[in-house]
């Protein structure tokens, strides 16, 4: 049975780490809030507790990466998150991301491709209290129509297109934040939806786990 402690020893790093991340840019006070006060190393194996508070990605079940605090931080900051807007985010892996945007007050529906990942993760969010983040299995290319208009979209995997049928969700004035990019590398991309037409505005390079289609069951791609 794992046991979910939050020491002074973890409090102390991840007060470190949001110096760390203050220090390389990250402006917005409630982002930094937020992840102050979410003990990351719930969301890795316990053996790896340590590494919840260095700026790097980890590796997480089904061979995929909990995004690295500053990329957390960075595409955060960049949906412009108000309480209450309600958030589709495309990929929950560990389900970390989701937790921070909770904690800011939005409303946020979550969802994950691989059966795995979406099991374990919808399994943990309300063991550690955040059973108010609603977890979705499927394939994010086609959003959550039902619970559409969202507020803001946020896609943390690599996408080579910029998914139509996700700008179709996005509220008039909604915002879409999603690295796009069909090498290693992805242009963070934040596009602001203004009716019929949309702004683009890049905010710099980053590295994801690329964005499939369909769903993975544990008995393989279906
Ligand atoms: N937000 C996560 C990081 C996830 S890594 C966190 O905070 O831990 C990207 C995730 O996107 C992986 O779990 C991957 O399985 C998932 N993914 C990739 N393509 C997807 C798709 N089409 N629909 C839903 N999830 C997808």
């Known amino acids: 049975m794992l046991s979910y402690t939050d020491n002074y020893r973890h409090k102390g790093l991840r007060s470190q780490l949001i ?11 409630r982002v930094l809030k937020a992840m102050s006060k979410i ?36 595409q955060s900051e960049l949906l ?3 309480r209450r807007d309600k958030v589709l985010e495309i990929g929950t892996g560990s ?12 409303k946020v529906y979550t969802i994950e491709r691989q059966e795995e990942l979406f099991k374990k993760t919808s399994t943990l969010l309300p063991k550690i209290g955040f059973n108010g983040v609603r977890t979705l299995m499927g394939d994010g290319y086609e ?45 963070m991309m934040k596009i602001v939806k203004k009716g019929e037409q949309m702004e ?14 369909g769903v993975a069951s544990e008995a393989g791609n279906v």
């Not at 110096?19 to 006070?29: F, T, Y």
């Not at 969301?43 to 980890?58: G, I, K, Q, S």
């Not at 389900?95 to 939005?106: K, R, T």
Request: with cysteine; charged share 20%.
């Open 95 to 106: 389900g970390y991301q989701a937790c921070v945007l909770h904690q800011m007050g939005a």
């Open 19 to 29: 110096s760390s991340l203050r220090h390389k840019g990250i402006q917005d006070e």
């Open 200 to 213: 683009i505005q890049q905010h710099g390079t980053y590295r994801f786990v690329p964005m499939l289609g």
């Open 143 to 187: 959003g959550a129509e039902r619970f559409a208009p969202f507020d803001k979209i946020l896609v943390t995997a690599a996408s080579n297109i910029i998914p139509k049928s996700l700008v179709k969700q996005l509220r008039k004035g909604g915002i879409m934040v999603i690295p796009v990019g069909n090498g290693n590398d992805q242009q």
């Open 39 to 74: 003990p990351r190393h719930f969301f890795l194996d316990e053996a790896f507790a340590e590494w919840a508070y260095r700026d790097t990605a980890f590796p997480i079940a089904a061979g995929q990466t909990i995004s690295q605090p500053f990329t957390v931080a960075r």
């Open 80 to 82: 412009n998150i108000r």
